[in-house]
């Protein structure tokens, strides 16, 4: 429970700081591109933990 409230106190902050430093037209392509963005973290995630079982 630690590593998840860590987490996504960590997601929080980060998105939080790229809105500040870009503003409205950050939120906007945050908005448009967050589900690509996050499947692409996962897809990521998924081939180094199959390339380290190999």
């Known amino acids: 429970m630690l590593a998840s409230a860590i987490g996504r106190g960590a997601r929080f902050y980060l998105v939080a700081g790229i809105l500040y430093a870009g503003g409205e037209k950050m939120e906007k392509t945050i908005k448009r591109y967050i589900d690509i963005f996050g499947?692409?973290?996962?897809?990521?995630?998924?081939?180094?933990?199959?390339?380290?079982?190999?």
């Open 39 to 54: 499947w692409a973290v996962i897809a990521a995630i998924a081939v180094l933990i199959g390339y380290q079982q190999v």
